[in-house]
């Protein structure tokens, strides 16, 4: 049944790993090594633990694989005017979940005569690592998961499924290859998260974790840094893995001055116009609707 969905999987774009689920448990060990090995701090580690969940779903316990899908994911451009100017902004790949492949696969399983009596369910696994444990893609040295002929370009997603794992993918966690003799992502970060010797970034100093959250940035962190609505491109950016690939960049929206003037000022979600609610929800934002004042503050001052 596998080899069916698969095909079917790689016919349209995707690449796709079975795994059994009995492997559920290393999966959240690896999650602790990290934590640990990466020195972050009990409530860093809470905080991050805190995004999965390692259990099989009370309501599908016939559940017997995870299956990891990753596909192509370019950069997103959003134009904001802003004093007079329209200023493009970036959000990095991955952020946004362009082609929404959870509804696009469970739609796929029941299209198909084979399969159609199979269930899928998302998951809130961690999807690099699975990805990197399926043997379907590998660790750069910046923590991001690379596949081949995607290299970081990608979109994750994990799900359940009662698919019989006849075939199953569980590798060591791995660096690329080309990362061996590379230290160029190490040298482009400005916060120095990545380091030579260990796989594992300093996620607490990562721009990625400062402008996810609320609060103030810390003075530490100089405003040119920044580089990105969310997130930040500057590793990838840099990576030789991604050179055939940064000018795949689509765009999606703009927003006027009146709409980034009610952003900068903290507009309460419930009072902005629903249009603009929607670019936003288009945009995968409005989790991050609280970080997006400051966070777009400091790129309009820049670009201004
Ligand atoms: S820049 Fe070099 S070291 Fe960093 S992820 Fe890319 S190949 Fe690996
Ligand atoms: S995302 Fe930015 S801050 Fe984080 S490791 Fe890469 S370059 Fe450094």
Redesign the pocket.
Known sequence: MWNILHDELSERGYKARIMSIDHLGQLKCDIENICIEGGMSDSFSYFIQGFFDFNIPENFSDARSIIIVAVHSPSVRVFFNYKGKRIPLFIPPTYIDISSISGKIKKLLKELPDLRNYNLMKARLPEKLLAVRSGLGAYGR???CYVPEMGSFVQLASFFSDIPCLEDNWNAVKLMDSCKNCLI?SK????G??MEERII?NAE????HLNECVGVFPDWVDAS?HNSIV??????EACPQNKDLLEQVIDMGEFSHEETELLLNKEPLEGIHASTKAKLEQLDMLVYYDCLPRNLKVLLDKAG
């Open positions: 910046n923590n991001i992502c482009k970060c400005p916060t998260s990545i970034i100093k990562c721009i990625c840094w997130g930040c491109f500057l590793c990838q």
